[in-house]
């Protein structure tokens, strides 16, 4: 780890000249690629040089007490036990910080939410979710923006995108990609039994210019008048957008805003953050292993929690974790599942880098 600190410390000293140099200074996007990561190595570097310190002191306590006695060994035993309980939570501390970056993180979320196997109430499941990541969103103070929804007959949605914003969105929502399974009596039951159905949730960094170069010759542009549930008209002029990229045949269409440049726009952000993420797969098998991990088959087996309305139960079957509050989840309480798979997920790399 001495090793490790020294490099990091040197590459630190590196990105603070850099913020000097005019010619970063000048360039817009490699300030800010510069900027985070001077800001990553200044939190690294902080907690490094506590710890020489505090590691310092714990060396000349040790020194004292060699000929210490009465209350000067009494004063060296506690700066010696202060420092090494000091040393204790900093090296923890550490061990987190060197952790690898999910380089996602600080990034805005796009959320995809679609209604699965149940019909209707798959639909109407895919809304109770989307109400739930906004009450979640509100309990952090994370901005929220509805990019496009479309709503089936019974108010529920067939598909509803909406993305994230907050220093930490993407850290608490990148696991909430996957199949969701619903046991309850739906609302279009009339005989009081207990159906399953199921909604799919992708998640996604939100990408710019400077993730993803899209040229404008290889896409296909239609607009068209928009249209609400049952096909009546919600706009007499012709402001929706579908946009189509020929190289991957991925199709974006947005309707909701009244402008058809608003709507291009939003089409070209989400477009941007599906270019994105395919880029990554095919640079990474195993993220491919994991996305279609998120999306599935929308199917009853493939699940990664179920919400039951009866027991009032929701649980992870990431982590195996069981939870008689699903009423508070609903209502925006998720961190009580969040932060267990946060924990796991540190518990895994810190392993994994142990095994390294």
Known sequence: MTERLAALEAEFAEHERMLADPEVLADPDRLRVVSKRYSQLEQIV???????????????????????????????????????????????????????????????????????????????????????????????????????????????FNEVTFDVHGAEAWSHLKFEGGPHRVQRVPATESQGRIHTSSATVLVLPEADEIDVGINERDLDIDVYRSSGPGGQSVNTTDSAVRITHRPTGLVVAMQDERSQLQNRQRAMQVLRARLFELAERERNEEMSLERRSQIGGGGRSEKIRTYNYKDNRVTDHRIGLTLYRLTDVLAGDLDQVVEPLRLDERTRLLADGAST
């Open 46 to 156: 902080t907690v490094a040089r506590r710890h020489a310190v505090r590691s310092g002191d714990a060396a000349a306590a040790k020194e004292l007490l060699e000929g210490a006695d009465g209350d000067d060994r009494q004063m060296a035993e506690d700066e010696l036990h202060g420092a090494e309980h000091d040393l204790a939570a900093l090296e923890d501390d550490l061990r987190d910080l060197l952790l690898p970056p999910d380089p996602y993180d600080g990034k805005g979320v796009i959320v995809e939410i679609r209604g699965a196997e149940g019909g209707e109430e798959a639909n109407l499941f895919a809304r109770d979710l989307y109400e739930m990541y906004l009450a979640y969103a509100e309990r952090h103070g994370w901005r929220v923006d509805t990019l496009a929804r479309d709503e089936s007959d019974l108010g529920g």
